[in-house]
Structures are given as C-alpha cells and as structure tokens.
C-alpha cells in the first residue's frame, strides 16, 4: 500500500538518506507474508538500499551530506552481548534489522544507523543487490571450506552474484534451478558455471560444498546426497520450509549441515573489497517504487533472472 508520511528526522547517531534505489530480496517476501514474526509495525521494507545522505546527526563521525552510502540488512546490534564481544554481532542477542524492525528502503526518504552504513563502488542499480544478496551469499561462500567444486541450488539473486565469485577464483561451480527452467539454467551457463540442471538431479561429479539458496527443506537431503564425504552443505537463507526426515546415512561421513545466519560489518568490507576487484556484473530489472508489489509478486514466481530493484529517484 502506498502511503505518504513525514521524512523522518535522524537520531544523534543517524543519517537521513534520499533512496536512490532498494534492492528486492525475498527476506521481503518473508517478512511480508508472515514467515519472520517479529516485525515492528507499521513495517516499510527493503534492506538493500543505495542513497545519498541529505542530514546527520550530531555524533556521526566520517560522513557528510551528498555522499552515497549503502544500507543493509543488520541496521543495530546491541555490541554488549557475548556475540558482540567474540566478533559475531551477525548473532547478537539483540539486533535491529532494515525494513524488518527498522524502516526499510521502499520509500524515498529513510534514516539508519552510521555505523551500519556500507561503502560502494559500483552504479546504485547494479550496487543494490551486493548488499544482501551479494553479501549472504559471500558469508555462505565462505564456509564451503574453498571447495573445488560448489553446487548452488537456487540461482537467484545471490547465486548469480557469488558464482561470479567461484569463477573468477578458478572454482567448478554446478547450477540447480527449478525442474524445467531451462532458461535459468542457460543463464547460469552464461556467467561460467560448468554445469546447470534441475534441483532433482544429480551432479556428474560428487560436489565439495553445497549452498542452498533456495528456500526449500527438501533440497537438504538432495544436496547432502550430492556431496562427498567431509563435504558440507550451507543453508544461506532466513526462513526455509520444512525439512523432511532423511536417513543417517545421508550425513554420515562427516558431512557438515549448517546455516548462516544474517551478516556483519566485517563482511560487508571484506565482500566489497572482493567486488571492487572482479567487477561483478548484477543482472537486474528494474521496477517503479509505486510497483513494488509488482516486482514481489515477479520474484516469487521467478519470472526474471537476477535481481529486482525498484528505482526510487
């Protein structure tokens, strides 16, 4: 629903930022759908926000009105918790999260935290998606251990983004999309990956690592069949459906299974100093903000490849 408010006024920690663009992320769609409880209400999603600061506020220390920052998904972490204090505030106890409990990116003004802000180097449209996308796929890509051979299932936004990635690093990357999508599979082929097909299959050779992007708990079994033993299988995303019963044997072989939880500041420098040196090439289609609903609707069905980004200004 589109509404007009107030711009809001910035706290003494925060920035006023004009949105350029917000990237769409199906964390939205979970959180709009009622998949992630917790949400602050009235809710403005969107977490994937490129802007140009327009106020600060008294505290903020290093930036200045005019410049262009990225805002993410982890908008606070309280920095007291024993999480915070062993460098894991991706696990704080009590965090704040954009467009979740704190106001998104689908509108054309929003505040955030400074500290929480990320630098970037690319256009705002094709920068959009590095925040989320790009850098939950990062946190993922690196707990595969630097696997030789990489398995992505669901290639999506952030598929498409951390392939890139496995590429350039001399990686074996496969490509499981939906059964039948061929045309998803043609456009995995298309950015090196040296093998696509359907989720149900089987690679021609066993895998190192698996990711799985995709939200479904099926694919667990799937995919920890499809991995060698000492291998592991990395679920990347927030919310994923049920996942079946499945034999011992399947993870026996000290085969790992394990998630990835939200991200940190740390990763968002280490992922864009990675992408200021491969020039990642995002794919994205672009929507009005007025036609959110619209680019939603288009990614759960999966009618576009990459990733969605509504234009704001």
């Not at 100093?273 to 672009?286: D, E, Y």
Request: charged share 15%.
């Amino acid at each position: 629903m589109v509404q007009d408010l107030p711009i809001p006024e910035p706290s003494s920690k925060q920035v006023l930022v004009r949105v350029l663009v917000c990237g769409v992320c199906r964390t939205d769609l979970h959180v709009l759908e009622g998949d992630l409880q917790e949400p602050v209400l009235p809710l403005i999603p969107g977490h994937e926000i490129i802007g140009t600061i327009v106020k600060i506020g008294h505290q903020v220390k290093g930036l200045m009105p005019g410049q262009r920052i990225g805002i993410a998904w982890l908008g606070h972490s309280c920095g007291s918790c024993f999480y915070c204090a062993h460098q894991l505030e991706n696990l704080c106890d009590h965090p704040a999260f954009t467009g979740y409990q704190l106001p998104g990116g689908y509108a054309e003004y929003t505040v955030a935290d400074y500290r929480y802000s990320l630098p970037n180097s690319y256009d705002s449209a094709n920068a959009a998606p590095l925040l989320c996308a790009g850098l939950i796929g990062f946190r993922a890509y690196k707990m595969t251990n630097e696997a030789s051979r990489l398995g992505l299932y669901g290639f999506g936004a952030a598929a498409h983004i951390i392939a890139q990635v496995a590429v350039h690093q001399r990686r074996k990357v496969y490509a499981f999309t939906r059964p039948g999508d061929l045309a998803g599979q043609h456009y995995a082929r298309s950015l090196g990956v040296c093998w696509a097909g359907d989720s149900e299959e089987m690679p021609p050779q066993e895998l190192d690592a698996a990711i799985l992007f995709a939200p479904v708990g099926s694919l667990i079994p799937t995919a920890l069949k499809a991995v060698r033993k000492g291998g592991v299988v990395v679920c990347a995303g927030i919310h994923m459906s049920l996942i079946p019963s499945f034999p011992y044997a399947l993870l026996w072989g000290e085969r790992v299974l394990r998630s990835v939880a939200n991200l940190s500041r740390q990763d968002g420098l280490d992922f864009m100093a990675i992408a200021s040196n491969i020039a990642i090439q995002t794919t994205v289609k672009l929507y009005r903000l007025e036609d959110a609903n619209q680019a939603l609707d288009d990614l759960k069905n999966g009618l576009f490849e990459g990733a969605a980004v509504l234009k704001v200004a």
